[in-house]
C-alpha cells in the first residue's frame, strides 16, 4: 500500500477538464513539495509539474498542479488522446527520510 | 543531451545477487542527486534508494534496506546498485532518475532512464 493515495482511475472525454488527487500527510506532502509524473504505455516516467505547480519546460499548460494542507492535485483541461497514462504523485517524506509515490492513477480518454 | 542508461539485469535466482549500473551522459554526475527507483510488472513506481552529491547520505526504503547497496563513482559517470538476497518479489524494471538541480527542478526526478529488467525465479 502506498503513503500518498491516488485514485486507481480516472477519465474523461476529449476537451473535458479531469483532475486527480493525492493525499498524503504531514512529513510528505504538507512539509514538501510535490511531483507529478506521467508515464505513456510501455515508457519511463515524465516530469510532468514540480514544486507543487511548476511546469518544466515542454509541458504544456493544459497540465496544472496545486497543493493544500496533506492534499495535492493534477489538473488537465483540454483532454487529447494522448493524455492516455498512468500518472503518479511524489513527495519527500522527512519523517521517514524516503521518497514517497502514490499508487498511480491510469487515465482514460473517453 | 541528458543520458541515463541502465545495465546488469537479467534472470536471477532467489538468494542470488546482481549489480546493476546506471551511465550517465551529457551532464556532470557529481553535480546531482541520484536515485533508483523500480516498476514490478503491471504496478506502480516504487522508490529503492537515494544517494547524495559525493555519496555521503545514502538512503533505502525498508523493503531492501540491509539487501541493497547503491553508490556511484562521479569520476566514471555511472551510478550502482548492488542487489543481494533477491527475492521473488524484487522483480522489477529498475529506473535511474536523476534529481533535479536546485536551480533547475528540485527535489523531483527531471530524467529517468529506460530502466533494466530484474526478474528472480528459480
Known amino acids: 500500500q502506498s503513503v500518498l493515495t491516488q485514485p486507481p482511475s480516472a477519465s474523461g472525454t476529449p476537451g473535458q477538464r479531469v483532475t486527480i488527487s493525492c493525499s498524503g500527510g504531514?512529513?510528505?506532502?504538507?512539509?514538501?513539495?510535490v511531483s507529478w509524473y506521467q508515464q505513456l504505455p510501455g515508457t519511463a516516467p515524465k516530469l510532468l509539474i514540480y514544486?507543487?505547480?511548476q511546469r518544466p519546460s515542454g509541458v504544456p499548460d493544459r497540465m496544472s498542479g496545486s497543493k493544500s494542507g496533506t492534499s495535492a492535485s493534477l489538473a488537465i483541461s483540454g483532454l487529447q488522446s494522448g493524455d492516455e497514462a498512468d500518472y503518479y504523485c511524489?513527495?519527500?517524506?522527512?519523517?521517514?527520510?524516503?521518497?514517497?509515490f502514490g499508487g498511480g492513477t491510469k487515465l482514460t480518454v473517453l | 543531451e541528458v543520458q541515463l542508461v541502465e545495465s546488469g539485469g537479467g534472470l536471477v535466482q532467489p538468494g542470488g545477487s546482481l549489480r546493476l549500473s546506471c551511465a550517465v551522459s551529457?551532464?556532470?554526475?557529481?553535480?546531482?542527486?541520484m536515485n533508483w527507483v523500480r516498476q514490478a510488472p503491471g504496478k506502480g513506481l516504487e522508490w529503492v534508494s537515494y544517494?547524495?552529491?559525493?555519496?555521503?547520505?545514502?538512503y533505502y526504503a525498508d523493503s531492501v534496506k540491509g539487501r541493497f547497496t547503491i553508490s556511484r563513482d562521479n569520476a566514471k559517470n555511472s551510478l550502482y546498485l548492488q542487489m543481494n538476497s533477491l527475492r521473488a518479489e524484487d522483480t522489477a524494471l529498475y529506473y535511474c532518475?536523476?534529481?533535479?538541480?536546485?536551480?533547475?527542478?528540485?527535489?523531483?526526478?527531471?530524467?529517468w532512464g529506460q530502466g533494466t529488467l530484474v526478474t528472480v525465479s528459480s
Open positions: 532518475a536523476r534529481q533535479g538541480g536546485p536551480s533547475e527542478y528540485p527535489l523531483s526526478y527531471d530524467y
Open positions: 551529457g551532464f556532470t554526475l557529481m553535480s546531482y542527486e
Open positions: 544517494i547524495s552529491h559525493t555519496g555521503s547520505t545514502i
Open positions: 504531514t512529513s510528505n506532502i504538507e512539509r514538501n513539495p
Open positions: 514544486l507543487n505547480n
Open positions: 511524489a513527495s519527500w517524506d522527512d519523517s521517514l527520510n524516503v521518497w514517497v
